[in-house]
Every structure is written in C-alpha cells, then in structure tokens.
C-alpha cells in the first residue's frame, strides 16, 4: 500500500490505485466490524518478556546509534518533508533492522529474518474476486523456515524473493499530517493481515504494528477479529517498541502466530512435503498425518470467522486418505465432535476418527487468564481439530457426472440427516457446499454424506426451547422461510425443526437444477429465472423469505424450456413433488400456526417434531421414485425400445404405469400432492397422485389439525 508522506506533498496516487485501495478495504469490511481497542497497555506491557531483559536493552540503548539516551528519541527527523519518496521509510527501516540485528544476529546472519523497506514493491494477492490486487507494506519481515516460502504462480514460477508467503509481520508508517483514526490503521494493515492468513494457512493469529513520527500501536489479529492496542510514544517508552520489533521476528514459529503442528519441508525456498500432527484420543500420544497435497483443500478467507482449513492427509499405517479440519468456534456453540460422536456408524453423514476438542482459544492468544474480565464485546473461539473420513473432493454436491447419482447423493444425504436426529442432534445450515459426494463405489447409504455440523444443535422433540430459528445461521439462498422471518418476527419466531432443514434440502436441489444440467455442467440462470432475485435481495431477508413463499405456491409453473430440455422428466417430477409438500408444511402449515394461540401452537409444534419419520418417509419416497423411474428408463433404453412404445395407440404408456401400480408398497404414505402435468406439460401425473390435489385445501381449512391426510402430523 502506498503511504501518503504529508498534507503538504502528498504522493501522487491514481485512480486505479484508490479503486484497488476501495476494493481490498470491502474484503477485509465484516473484519473491521469485529475490532476492539484495548483501555490500558498491559497486554502490550506483557508481551515478549524473555526476548530481551531490562538490562540487554538498555545496553543495546546506549551503543545504538540511532537512540539518544540524553533525549530519549530515536534519531529521526523533524520533517519528512525534504525527503524524497524513496527515503520515507529508509529512517525508521534502519531502526528496525538494528534491533533485528542487534538481537537476533545468527538469524539475520543466517538470512531467516530480515528487515526490508517494501514501500515501492507489489506484493500479490490472493483473491479470486480481484487477482490482480497487490499491495505495499512500508516495512517488511522477511522469514525462512519451515512455515514460509517463496511467492509463485500456479504456473509453478516464482514471482520473486518477497510475498506474502514468506514475509512474518508488517509494518506501516504515516508520517506528516494528522495521524489517522484508528479504525483508518486498522484497515490498511488488515489488508496485509488478511493475505498473510490466505498465503500461511497455519497462522492462528497475526501481529502488525503502525508507525508515526512519535507513536507506535500494535494490532492484533485472530478468529475473534482485531484488537488494538492505545498509541504508545515509542521514543520514551523504547523497551516496549524493542520488544514489540523482536516478537513480530522471532525465529520461534509460534511466537509470530504460526501453529507448529503443522510442517512444510522446504527446498530451494519451496513447500515440497508437510506433516499435520494430532494428538490422540488419551490426550498424551501424537501421530503424524503425512499432507497429500501442500495446500489445504478447504480455507476461511474471512480472519474474524470460524477460520475453517481442511487438510487432504494419509495415514501412514494404513495408506487410507482422510480429513483434518481445524475450526475456531465460539462459547455458545456445541463443539462439532459431539454430534460426529453420536453418529459414529451412521450411513449418509460424516465418520469422525479422532479429536481435539480445546486445542487453544482466542481468549489465551490475546492474554487473558482464568479469572480475568474481557471486553463486552468480545467473542471467544476455541479451535478444534477433528480428524474424519474423507469423501468426494472437491467438496460439494456439484459434482455429480449424472442425473442418476444426483439424486442418489440427496436421497442419502437426508437419510443421514435423519440418522443425527434421532441420534439427538439436528444439522441448521443445509448448504450445497455442506452435501458431499460418498467414496467413489459407495453403496446405497453412502452415496452422499452430509458434513460440516459446526451450527448443529442438540434435538429433542419434547423440549426445543432455546433453539428458535435464526436468521444468522446459513445462507439466505437456502434457509427457510421460517429461519429468514425470524429477523422480523421477534419473540414469535418458531423453533427450528426437521422441516426447517428438509426444507433447505429443497433449495439446494432447486439451484442445481436451475443452475446445471444432468451432467453437472454449469448454465447460468436467466434473467426471468425467479431464483435469482433471492440471491439479489439476500441483504433482506424478509424479502427472501416472500420470495420463496410465491416460488413455493406456484405449483403448476412451467420451468423454463431450457430448464426441462437439460434434466431428464424424472427429476424435474421429484422437484415438483418436493416443491408442493414444502409448499403445504410453509404456506398451510407453519404460517398458520404463527397465528395459534401460544398454548395451541407450542403443543402442535411438539405433535409436528414428534412425526418426524411421516415427513422423511414422503421425501425419501419422492427420490426413491425417481431413483427408480431413471433405473427403469435405463433399463428400457438398454434394451432398445427406449420405454416409448405404445402398442394400442392411445399416448399412454399402459404396461409401465401398471407396473408402478403392481410395484406399490401397500403401506407407504400416499404422495402429498401431484406433480405439475396438467394442459400439455411433459410431467405424467400418476394414478396414485390423482386423489392429492385437495390435501392443501383441507389443511387451510377450519377442520382439524389432525386431518388423516395431513403428511405433517
């Protein structure tokens, strides 16, 4: 980042430049929000007490020669404003690179740490959103070790001897003018923050300091967000500044941030191999996963989150390929490994090997003890490591190859999510990216596996208070109605249930078939596709919410041709089918239920959770039918006929819906409503559907809740 020298001769800087400026600030925005400065300097006081004692520092003081003990001032000069552009940072560079010098002489000797004046270099970026951004720290630490590396491209060559790969902390300096606010330092140095946690994913905290002519604040940054320190005069109080410059270079790994249980060897200033380290279940044995690819397969790109990095390993004793996930979550929630514990053995979800339950939290990174008061507004993280079976990379439900293993991978996935709740736990944020391929060859079971539990919540049907939807939780493309009114509806809002999350299933399964064809290619949504306008509004998700309460009630749409000339009938039938039984348990179900009396309404709640299986049964049948109607389509067309012939004339194919007919299981639930066929559309109703159409009627009606064909209750 370029640094203005003062009011009077400012550095020229274009309007592409402030673009990229305006740019790299809105990535590191919800950071800044999650920003804290501290009332007093014992934190800061604290820090890096071993690296150098009283006396070491006053004897550094007294031979330096850019330290006047008589004045107590570093030798800097009155007025920047004689310098020219390349000596702005040069005085306080020299500086820091005595101190460097002075106590870390074998490293700097060595070349592992060193001071350089980067103010006129381009350090890269790594954004998807924007993979042009760079940026130029006034100083930087330049590190060696097993952590760092030399910056490259994908192409495999190397940009140059400086990145943000292998640079241990930043230093920016203002000089001239009024110095900024604090939140204004706070972001320039974020944006160096913010790419040192993408380009070192082992980093569980980073530290940067800001310069002026007379000042120095350091910023802290972890999975909690920043916290700052007040203004310190680094010209009387030297010792605090000396040992703030030696923590940001130490040659120990964990004193800069970095966890050393994950380890790169480097050659030829390259990652070549690396280990992740676990410590086992008795809490007193380590084993070593040798990393099957140098990156993570997964990585967070917000620093103040749950700072999610999944790593690809092996197991050396057994050659099997897993996955380790290290997340930092917050107090008020469960840590993941209990609902994966609940659910060992389970088909459809996730299979934990092992965990580290409390590994370190952000608490002990900013200097708390047992016992201390912490801010009001600070949110503790605990970090986690679980070690689990791995499944289809990359992780996401998107890649299916066909339209057959599409819907085998939902129908397992919403077993599994059945399998956690009656294991007592129950999932809250159905995403597309949280729905994973099974093992390639999996058997039925295991087709698709439903993964991350991070939000899940403890369930059961008899006593859910507590557990209200909330908005907060997912993305507004797949939460329900319900979980998306719960902004506005206050202390009326319902408790999350089954159908909440069955609910997300349907929205995933909508935007794939919207968004791909049966062979798991992309196609972008048209204008006048209607799931695009929850994505444009998903700032309001009131807005969202009435969206998909109007999508939801439209059941004899059309979906555009597009749409029906890429997916086989068969899924396009399930969607339809999934579609109307959403529609009656949001539109004739819970909307109504938000006008019950309390009394009435928590003991309908309690009857609707307790039915839990009916509402599985119905959605399993609808991919279970489909399943099968593509297993018989595949099974005509091998045979050469294609399932289209029609003996008698007529237009319907007698002998396969006979066979429907003969196959039925006498005692599977009745679908709840018909598909969309009726007036020339491709969809063929079925004759068990034909006495459907009246169900949402009566459950609007004034008649009873427990209407025998209610598919709810």
Known sequence: MRTRRSADQPEAVSESDDQSLKEQRELIEFDLECSMELEDNIFVCSL???????SAIYNFLKKSRFYNLKQHRWKLPHTFSKLIDSNICSPFCNIVSSIVKHFWGDATAEGTRQVVDTHATDLPHLEAKYPGHTSRPSIAIKAE????????????????ELGFSNVAACIEIQVGGDELKPLEQAARVGIYARQIFLKQPNRKFARMLFLTEQHVRLFHFDRSGIQYTQPIDFHKEPDIFIRLVLGLSSTNES???????????????????????TREGDGNTDKVYPLKYLEPVVLQTYVCSKGTICWSVTDAETGEELLIKDSWRRDEWTFEGTHLRRVLGAPGVAQMISCEENRETTRELRGYKEGDIVPRDFYNRTCSR???????LPLSVSMFTDAKQLLCVFRDAIAGHQEMLKAGSLHRNISQENIVLGKPGAKPGNRGI?????????????????TQTDWTIGHPKYQSVMALLSESLG???LVHDDNDDLEAFLYVYAFIIHERDSFGERHPPGQADPLRLWIKYEENPKTVAKLK????????????????????????????????YMNMSVNSLKIRLLKEEPLNKEWLLEELRLSYEKHYRYVLGFFDDGIEALERAEAAAAEGNGGDDDDDGDGDDDDREDEENNDEDDDAPPSPCPPPGAGGSRLKRRR???DQLPHAKRLTSESSWHDPTNPFL
């Open 549 to 580: 309460r109007n999508w939801l009630e439209k059941l004899q749409d059309s979906l555009p041709e597009d749409i029906e000339e890429r997916w086989p009938k068969e899924c396009l039938e399930v969607l339809a089918k999934f579609k109307a």
């Open 145 to 160: 070790g097993p952590s760092f590396q030399l910056p490259q491209t994908k192409a495999g060559d190397i940009l140059g």
């Open 491 to 493: 202390e009326r809002t």
């Open 688 to 690: 068990e559907d034909q």
């Open 48 to 54: 890096y007490q071993d690296h150098a004692s009283d």
């Open 255 to 277: 004193d800069l941030g970095l966890d050393t249980s994950i380890q790169w060897e480097i050659k030829h200033g390259r990652k070549v191999s690396g280990t992740v380290t």
């Open 386 to 392: 679980i070690v689990m079976e791995t499944y289809g």
């Open 450 to 466: 439903l993964v991350d539990f991070y939000r899940a919540t403890s369930y059961d049907p008899e006593n859910m208070s507590g």
